[in-house]
Structure formats: C-alpha cells, structure tokens
C-alpha cells in the first residue's frame, strides 16, 4: 500500500520519478506527488488528488522547475481521505524539508498532541504529517538527516517506510523502515530508492535489501545503511532477474489481460529447475531432509487469493507427504493461541512478499519455535527474508491488483513442495510422483488451450452477464477454493455480490438464494477418477437448476453428464482430479475480467484496493 520512490543522480528527477510511480501505481492509487530540489537549491512540490494522470497533467500544464534529487509518492490512504492535503510528500521545517510514507504510525495521535502542544500547526489529517513535523524539529536542531531520523523513528510506533530530503542538501535522499517495504537500486553514478524494484528496474537490475528498522542514505556516489542505533549493517544484494518490458502492458488492453494470458508461462517457469529425471527436487530446500522427515504438522497461512491457493495446496501435502494441513487466514492466526512446536512447518504464501497479515502470522510462527518456509514471487521481498526458507514463484511481476497468474504459480510451487516433502518422507509411492510430475509438466499447455478455445465465449458470456447483480459458485473437494476464488474475483472487479460455496454445503442453507434466473458458476469434478463426486456435483446442479438457476459448469472435454442440466459448458483438458484446479480457475479469472470490463470499469485498479497490503 503506497508506492514510493526516490532518486539521487546527475539527471533530472521529474520523468525518473513519474515513470516509478507509474510502475508502483498498482500500490495504491487515490493520490500522487512528488518533490524535487530545484537547481537553485530550492525545494518545489507538486501533489494530487486523484491517480497519477491527474499530477501529470498538472505537471504538464504547470511544470516545477527540475533537479535532480527527487522523492515521489503514490497513496492508498489511512489516515485522512484522498484529498489533495492529504496527499504525500508533506513539508517541514518552513517547506524545506518533504518526507514521504507508507505505512501507519499508531501512537501518532500522541505524537501530534505533543507537537500541537509546541504550537505546530497541521495542514493534513495524515499520521505523515506528524512525522514530518518531528524530523523537521530534530533536524532544525542539528541539522544533521540522518541524525534526525535515528532520532525520530525510536519513537514512532507501528509500520513504516518514511523517505526524506531536505532542500540544504540537494544530492541525499534518506529512509527508514520499519515492517514495510524498502529497496536500493544501484546505478552508475546515480542510486534509488523504492518501494519495491519496479520502482527503478527500467534504470538498474542491481538492487539490495534493507533489513528491517534500518536507516539508509543514499547519494549519487554512495549507499551507507545503518540500524536505527546507527551502527554499519551489511545488507544483501540481488540481481533482478526481470526486465522492465515484463511489466509493461505490451500492448494488450489491461495488465490484468496480459497476465492472464501468462498464466501458462507462469506455470512452466515454476516447475524449471525443480524437475529431474522425473523426481521433483527444489534445490532451495537442500539441507532441510532431515527436518522435513520430521515435521507432524503443515500449517499454511495467507490472505485472500494466496490463501485460496493455501487450500488447494492443502489436498496435495496431505495427499503425497501424509503429513496433517490446516490452512488460515493469516490476520486470524496470530491473534489466537496457536498450538505450534518446532516439528511445525509453517508454509506462507504471498504474491508479493508484504502483505502485513501474513508477514506479522511469519513472525509470530517463528517466534513461537516452528519453521517458515515462504512462497513468493517477489525478490527481496520482506516475508522470504524474514522466513527459514523461500521457494520463489516465477510468475514474473504482477501488476494488476487481481492476482491471476501468481494464483497458478503458487498452487504450482506448493504441488512441487508436496511431491518433495512426499519423497523425503519416503510417503509418496515413486509410480504415483512420477504420473503427478507428468501430469504437472502437462498443465502450461493446458491451460494455452483453455486460453485459446474458451476465451472469446467467456468474454461474450460476461458481455451478456453485464446487468447481472448476483452470481454464485460452487465447487467441491479441490474444486472448492477454485469457487472461492472465482467469486472473490468477480467482488473485486465487478463490484458485485458474488460467493463461493462448497457444493456439499447447498442444501445445508445456500440453495434457499436460488432463484429464477441467478446464475450459478459451477467447477465439476471429472467423471473419471472421481466418478462418486461427480456425480453429486450433477445432482446438485439438477437441484439448482429445479429451482431456475441458470447453470454455467465448467467441465471436462467429453463430459456429457453436465449437457442436460446446464445453460453453458465452458471446457477444459482431461487431467487428473488434483490438476483441475490450474485449469478450472482459468474461465473464473476471464469472466470476472470480461464482466468488470462489460461494465466500463479499471479492471486493474479496482476502487479501494491496492495490490500490495502492507498495513494490518
Ligand atoms: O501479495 P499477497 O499474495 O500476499 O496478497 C494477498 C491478497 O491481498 C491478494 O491475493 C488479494 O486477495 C488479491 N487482490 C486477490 O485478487
């Protein structure tokens, strides 16, 4: 949540930071500004309500003037609504002084009753504000940056990445964070500062880490990072394994089109490396048989879509290592008396790698004495840092807020964590992982073909739905969570009532919203393998459809069973029951695009959301 980026180099900052935030816009989305210190040696600010195109035109038609040391920003708010005074960068010390943040600071209240009581005044309703006020006091004390934020971030309570410079000293830009975002991108002669490495990849694919409560100061020639005590910390550096192309739209007419459409990829690149000779081997988990062989329990936690992966996921640990699986919301778990032990694997799962639910559930896990292992698709990313162990996605930058094909990645990734816990434990009979790894090396060019022959219907289908104000989804066994997902998809970009149901669940209450006409998404299990659910999965689509639902099944090719009883078959590849799930949700993720975009809305940039959620 909130995008940030900062700069220090011999070129003119404006365009630099722009184009940042228009690569961190998918943070949040309600407001933007940047602040630049000007050739004179003048601070100038410019900030907006509203998205980024908004500060750029106003940019455009009244430009400040350019220098080239510059911090920027893009809001999703907290404290105080998108208003062009609540928007970042807020000014201290007589306007010299413009800071930035992401995050929330909890004792602010606190914090600005003091501060009033000094006789500052506030322009904003922001908790931003208020840390502004106070670096801009300890710096008129001793005028001193660095000093000032050492001093100040001890008393600041909560999460928070806060980047600062002061109009004394063009050329420095410094920041600190605490359990939020921060990364340095180093260039020739020039360095950056972001909130993740979209921020300054077009520039630089040679970034480091910072630690948590660490201090960093960043000037052309240099990078000093220390801890909030001031004393020299070594930090880690990484080479970006993307591109800036990959996250761009390339021409397709939304980002959330493109990853889509990279689902396949997504897939495959997961798998590469980690398949050999028929055995699955993740070469980041070397070193960990001897406790893997000793876990009793797997413990997943995660929040929305990640966690719908978490409970597919579940089916095929316990199916292949016969290890016991609970899955939970992360925000849920910590704030319960978990029972947890050091035999207790703790897998987490998260697209970016910052989701604050999910990141405090890692701490608390590993505080409490049991292993983490993060699934991740973002380098350099705090959760995997702050994990035992990481198994990256390589799904490639996601852009768009809905998560689409980092979903498929992570099922992905926790299949291959399921076939190698199962062979350490010696669980998984070798004939059985071998068909598992030729079904999975099967599932990219599944799920091309789903792309390819159900696309342009699905999308008609959506066009017709336009009006619709209710849509339901069933789904059973691994078809479940595919529900879930399915109608969180459509809340999300269509703003609709949409739920998901376990279709065993139906008679037990759902069936009485039944009513002529509601449409109903149902995920049927293949007839093989699974005849007995299929079955059920039938007759609950007779039972429906009695009732004047209008079904929509997705099936197997070849299913005959579903024609009677349903409206619209939409078709995907035979492949065995645990496998459905990559290629199931694939229609669920095209409709809820196509419905969102049936209804002239940003199915990027859904309203109130941002795709990175790092406060709790
Ligand atoms: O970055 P994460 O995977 O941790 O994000 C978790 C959820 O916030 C995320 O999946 C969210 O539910 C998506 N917007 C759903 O499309």
Redesign the pocket.
Known sequence: MCGIIGYVGPRPSQDILLAGLSRLEYRGYDSAGIAVIDGDGGLGMRKRAGKLAVLRDDLASTPLADGTTGIGHTRWATHGGPTDANAHPHLADDDKLAVIHNGIIENFAELKSELVGEGVTFRSETDTEVAAAMIGREYARTGDLVSAFRAVVSRLEGAYTLLAMHEDHPGLVVGARRNSPLVIGLGEGENFLGSDVAAFVEHTRKALAIGQDEIVAITPGGVEVTDFSGAPVEVEAFEVTWDASAAEKGGWSSFMAKEVSEEPEAVANTIRGRIHEGRVEIPELDGMDEFLADIDRILVI?????AYAGMVGKYALETWTRVPVDVELAHEFRYRDPVLSPRTLVVS???????MD?LMAVKYARSRGAKTLSICNTQGATIPRESDAIVYTHAGPEVA???TK?FVAQITALYLLALHVGRVRGAIDPVVAVEAVTELEAVPGKIARVLETEQTRIEQLAHWMADTRSVLFLGRNVGYPIALEGA??LK?LAYIHAEGFAAGELKHGPIALIEPGQPVFVVVPSPRGSGEMHKKVVSNIEEIRARGARVIAIAEEGDVAVLPAADEVLRIPLAAPMFEPLLAVVPLHIFAMGLAEAKGLDVDQPRN?A???TVE
Do not use: D, N, P
């Open positions: 995660a929040c929305g879509t990640a799962i998260s697209q970016s790698g910052e989701t999910t807020v809905a998560s980092a969180l998809k999300e959301l795709k990175s959620v």
